[in-house]
């Protein structure tokens, strides 16, 4: 009975924190999201602009969210990797520096202003809405 009981404090356990850290990313439940005149689907994993389209995968998908919900915030790269990779992540800032190369690239191919992902020099990166 013990282990039973403690099996399900542990599974309690589990789906708090992963509400909880759910909640704090702040990320869209799957909905389509849009900043100035482009389109994110997630779940189709692209990005419209018109009639031109971008597949991105998920954790492009996952961080282009997070810049859009947090507008004109300056977000730590601790954070970003954090909240994108997880808690369980080890790697270096680069991992994060290159990934935002590819996002600034893949905004460039549908029109969109590669320049909305604005470098906060030793610090991190701040969406620049319209």
Same mark, same amino acid.
């Not at 309690?12 to 702040?26: A, D, H, I, Y």
């Not at 990320?27 to 597949?55: A, W």
């Given at each position: ?97 290159? $990934? ?7 905004? $460039? ?8 992902? $604005?470098?906060?020099? $030793? ?8």
């Amino acid at each position: 009975m013990a282990i039973i009981f403690s099996r399900n404090r542990a599974c309690v356990f589990e789906q708090t924190f992963l509400l909880r850290r759910n909640r704090s990313s702040g990320l869209s439940d799957g909905s389509p999201q849009s900043f100035g005149d482009c389109l994110l689907d997630p779940k189709t994993f692209e990005l419209k602009r018109g009639k031109k389209s971008v597949s991105l995968s998920p954790r492009e998908v996952k961080l282009l969210q997070l810049f859009i919900t947090h507008s004109n915030e300056v977000l730590s790269r601790d954070r970003l990797l954090n909240e994108i990779w997880g808690y369980e992540y080890y790697g270096t800032t680069r991992t994060l520096d290159q $990934a935002i190369v590819q996002l600034r690239k893949k905004l $460039a191919d549908v029109g969109a202003d590669p320049k909305q992902i $604005a470098t906060v020099h $030793a610090y991190g990166y701040r969406w620049v809405s319209d």
